[in-house]
């Protein structure tokens, strides 16, 4: 055998080789059987059993229908918390389960009667006197005696509402008409006001304003009130910038998708303009000490040294 592997030195290779017969119809190696192919597995023997406890009968013999034995994914929600679903974080079965089942939603803190309402708040109010203030006498208190102070803090809101309506009232009604005589002694006193209030003019200068009690009276072009935009970044963002904040300058209605800066101002009354950048005049203008003689009257020795006096101390 060794020959025929192996061949002598000097010798061609294959010339003591013994070769055997060889027919192409007749193979001459045959594997062994595979231990797993179907002619050696029982395949007729074969029986599915479920190893759950619960899906057992008696004796050891399994179920005989499908809808007998257990569940085919373990059910977390029979003896514990209930699970998360398969397609998202939604917790399936009920949120308080027992052992027997669901036993429904459950409100942690149950709705109570206006008695028991009561008394728990006097619980609460009494329990916290006692822990901070020990010697007061909202400590030493009874229930009768927390129902007796509700009562009397209602009694004493609906007395409070009531006055306040009773004063809006006579609000309303209070005349602030100024007699002829003090109009009269007002105007020789140089206040040309407009003490009657008609018209679009302040009561004590007598300039056209909006600042009065007619002030539609007269006025060409009332503009509409500032949308809440606008309000915002004239007020708190403006604000922000350490500018101040601006009263909205009156503008043109407009059509509901234009922007608010896009549409016309409104000219405003002099009275009015208070946001006016100052000019070079009113900076560097000096001004004058002296008095004009048309309104010497109003000033006195008297009064200059009690200012001065004032501002001394």
Known sequence: MADSVNPVKGER??????????????????????????????????????????????????????F????RYPNVNRYGPPGRGFHGHHRQGAAHAG????????????PLGPDAQMHQDFLTVRNSMRRQFKNSDVAKWKFNDYVAHCEAMTRSKANNLTRQTKTKEEAGEYSSAIPPETQAFLRRCGLNGNFDEVGNSGRVLGEHTIWCKNWQNGKEEVAPW????????????????????????????????????????????????????????????????????????????????????????
């Open 68 to 71: 007998q034995r257990g569940p």
């Open 226 to 313: 500032p949308s809440f935009s606008e309000m915002r970044w004239e007020g708190d963002d403006r604000a922000k910038t350490g500018v101040g904040r601006f009263l909205p300058l009156p503008r043109e209605p407009g059509p509901p998708g234009l922007t608010w800066s896009q549409l016309p101002a409104i000219e405003q009354y002099p009275m009015d303009q208070v946001f006016q950048i100052p000019t070079m005049e009113d900076v560097y203008l000096p001004v004058d000490p002296d008095i004009e003689p048309d309104y010497e009257y109003l000033w006195s020795k008297e009064l200059e040294k009690e200012i001065d006096g004032l501002l001394e101390s």
């Open 99 to 110: 052992r027997g089942g669901s036993t429904g939603f459950r409100n942690p803190n149950p």
């Open 13 to 66: 290779p294959g010339k003591n080789e013994k070769h055997l017969p060889f027919d192409i119809n007749k193979p001459q190696v045959t594997s062994p059987p595979n231990p797993a192919s179907p002619e050696t597995l029982s395949l007729k023997n074969l029986s599915i059993t479920d190893e759950h406890p619960r899906s057992r009968q008696g004796h050891g013999v399994g179920h005989s229908q499908p």
